[in-house]
């Protein structure tokens, strides 16, 4: 029971912690903002960590200290602002070499204007650099189109139409090109469009890229395949991460990964090891569910920030986002009771066989990244 009080009590304190840093060695995917002016250039103002780029950490290494090349990365994450620029300005050529700015097309060539690096600082910190790219649109140019290469990792485009104000969104894994962008007279994409778009999205974040999310889901289904145990976990944590998902985005809420992501961790532990000590739902699960529901909101809001929102479609991206997660959620469900619940959860042996062991591997991996959130970032 004191267990209980002492995660709820955890949890109920860091929704509440001013936001912090960004976790040391996560490898965020680059964000690159395009926008035009009223002369005929255009400017990309692309934020990456440059550190990983240039120790060649790319999208296979989720987490900087997994890489072959960590060392090298530690040590360019203590170089000063000015030895860090120079550093880039060796590395830039082939930086610039994976990216593929095209104009109806045809690739332009792309140059670097300014470089803001910050301070060392704490070198324990991922630190964040701004790259701005300048060109000139081609005359008569209809259309923009962005790819950046896989080695750099993945990348999220923004680009704001200089006429209408529109921000056309995407984010793009594994070196894939953006589709071909109109430029001027842009036609909005419709209601239905964006609805696709957008659940597309929340369904990817949950499958196949939100593993700590995907275990968590499935240590709600392992306490007991039964349907109403089941939908009541489930309900609970839907309905507590559609409330943080969007207090999250509309800035009402926002929380440091720092705090977030190591809780999420504990939330893992937590409904595994329950799983393990008892073997039905108890008064207090739902709503310890719907704690840890409120941190796993906020950590698809973050997700969501990062990609950005089209101001025009925000509530209509933000509700098909979330139905994306749900249905990726169900997907996690419905693959895990055909794996094993649709056989075996009648069988005497069901939780000795299943339960019990699922439930223990699951906690020993959220223990793994609760350790290494709270004392290896």
Same mark, same amino acid.
């Given at each position: 029971?004191?267990?209980?009080? &002492? ?5 109920? !304190?860091?929704?509440? /912690? ?11 995917? !680059? ?20 550190? !990983? ?13 997994? *890489? ?14 000015? %030895? ?9 050529? =082939? ?18 204007? /300014? ?11 991922? =630190?964040?650099?701004?790259? =701005? ?21 993945? %990348?999220?485009?923004?680009? &704001? ?60 289904? /392992?306490?007991? *395949? ?19 998902? !969007? ?32 073997? =039905? ?12 529901? /409120? ?75 609760? &350790? ?6």
């Amino acid at each position: 029971m004191l267990l209980r009080f &002492i995660i709820v009590a955890f949890v109920g !304190a860091g929704l509440f /912690l001013a936001s912090g840093p960004v976790r040391a060695h996560k490898v965020f995917p !680059a964000t690159a903002t395009v926008t035009f002016d009223d002369a005929g250039g255009y400017g990309i103002e692309v934020k990456t960590n440059i550190e !990983a780029l240039i120790a060649e950490i790319g999208p296979t290494h989720e987490d900087t200290e997994t *890489s072959p090349s960590a060392n090298k990365y530690k040590a360019l994450r203590a170089l000063s602002a000015n %030895s860090l620029e120079v550093r880039f300005a060796a590395f830039s050529p =082939r930086w610039l070499e994976g990216i593929r700015v095209a104009f109806d097309g045809k690739r332009v060539r792309l140059r670097v204007e /300014l470089l803001k690096i910050p301070p060392t600082g704490d070198t324990g910190l991922a =630190r964040i650099s701004v790259i =701005r790219l300048t060109g000139v649109v081609p005359t008569g140019a209809k259309t923009f189109a962005w790819t950046y290469d896989k080695s750099h990792g993945s %990348s999220i485009l923004r680009l &704001i139409h200089a006429g209408t104000g529109e921000m056309t969104t995407a984010w793009l894994k594994d070196g894939k090109p953006s589709a071909a962008i109109p430029l001027a007279d842009m036609v909005p994409k419709t209601l239905f469009e964006n609805f696709i778009e957008y659940t597309m999205l929340g369904y990817t974040h949950i499958l196949p890229l939100g593993l700590d999310h995907i275990l968590f889901v499935l240590g709600l289904y /392992l306490l007991s *395949s039964r349907m109403r145990p089941l939908l009541v976990q489930v309900t609970s944590f839907t309905i507590a991460h559609t409330v943080t998902l !969007a207090l999250g985005l509309y800035g009402v809420m926002q929380v440091s990964p720092a705090i977030v992501e190591p809780l999420i961790a504990v939330s893992i532990v937590y409904v595994a090891v329950e799983n393990i000590l008892t073997p =039905r739902l108890t008064a207090w699960r739902p709503f310890v569910v719907f704690g840890f529901g /409120l941190l796993h909101g906020l950590g698809f809001a973050g997700v969501l920030r990062e990609i950005g929102l089209p101001p025009n479609d925000f509530l209509s991206g933000l509700v098909s986002f979330n139905i994306g997660v749900e249905l990726g959620q169900l997907s996690v469900i419905a693959i895990a009771w055909f794996a094993t619940g649709l056989w075996f959860s009648a069988r005497p042996w069901y939780r000795a066989r299943i339960v019990y062991p699922g439930s223990a591997a699951i906690a020993v991996i959220g223990l793994y990244w609760t &350790i290494e959130r709270v004392f290896l970032t």
